[in-house]
T-cell receptor, first 115, second 111 residues
Framework: GAVVSQHPSWVICKSGTSVKIECRSL??????MFWYRQFPKQSLMLMAT?????????EQGVEKDKFLINHASLTLSTLTVTSAHPEDSSFYIC???????????FGPGTRLLVL | EDQVTQSPEALRLQEGESSSLNCSYT??????LFWYRQDPGKGPEFLFT???AGEEKEKERLKATLTKKESFLHITAPKPEDSATYLC????????????FGKGTRLSVIA
């Protein structure tokens, strides 16, 4: 079964509003989570690394004031897209490495459509 | 800079027609090479992790192999339900480091 969940699975919002996406590790603790963005027929591009108890680290070109990340607990990271615009429309996916297991687990993704 | 290149971009097979997908990579200090399957509108689903050249792993109709420069995902006698995008990714450094993905191969298996 799923080990990483995301909520909501899809969201439609008006331009200028803010949208919060949650990523949860279901049966393990994750001190680190990753946020990716995927445009149609493109691969996953890393946006930022979410660290429990410290500030997130952002990839070059990703605006930290626009994409706010909060790693509230060892099982929850949130991504808030502030003042969303149509160009922010994309598929947002989180992942979490699970200690002792040879992989990173991905959430089911959140489809964001900004009108 | 770590890079992953997958080929072909798209592949169309008849049911039962075996083939291979390629993943070429350049990375400083490979920790692991990962294969994922992604269905439309869903997150990647883990298939394999390979750690060193010469390693092979199998799961049902899929077999992944690794050399020092590339990895192959062999699909034997595919079925329509194998249709998906197959993603290759590499990880360098420590366990808690992000993956670098290729653009994927879109596989269509026709009955």
């Amino acid at each position: 079964g799923a080990v990483v969940s995301q909520h909501p699975s899809w969201v439609i919002c008006k331009s200028g509003t803010s949208v919060k996406i949650e990523c949860r590790s279901l049966d393990f603790q994750a001190t680190t989570m990753f946020w990716y963005r995927q445009f149609p027929k493109q691969s996953l591009m890393l946006m930022a690394t979410s660290n429990e108890g410290s500030k997130a680290t952002y990839e070059q070109g990703v605006e930290k004031d626009k994409f706010l990340i909060n790693h509230a607990s060892l099982t929850l990271s949130t991504l808030t897209v502030t003042s969303a615009h149509p160009e922010d429309s994309s598929f947002y996916i989180c992942s979490a490495p699970r200690g002792g297991v040879e992989t990173q687990y991905f959430g089911p993704g959140t489809r964001l459509l900004v009108l | 800079e770590d890079q992953v290149t997958q080929s072909p971009e798209a592949l169309r097979l008849q049911e039962g027609e075996s083939s291979s997908l390629n993943c070429s990579y350049t990375v400083s200090g490979l920790r692991g090479l990962f294969w994922y399957r992604q269905d439309p509108g869903k997150g990647p689903e883990f298939l394999f992790t390979l750690y060193s050249a010469g390693e092979e792993k199998e799961k049902e109709r899929l077999k992944a192999t690794l050399t020092k420069k590339e990895s192959f995902l062999h699909i034997t006698a595919p079925k329509p339900e194998d249709s998906a995008t197959y993603l290759c990714a590499v990880q360098a450094g420590a366990e808690n480091t992000p993956l670098v993905f290729g653009k994927g191969t879109r596989l269509s298996v026709i009955a």
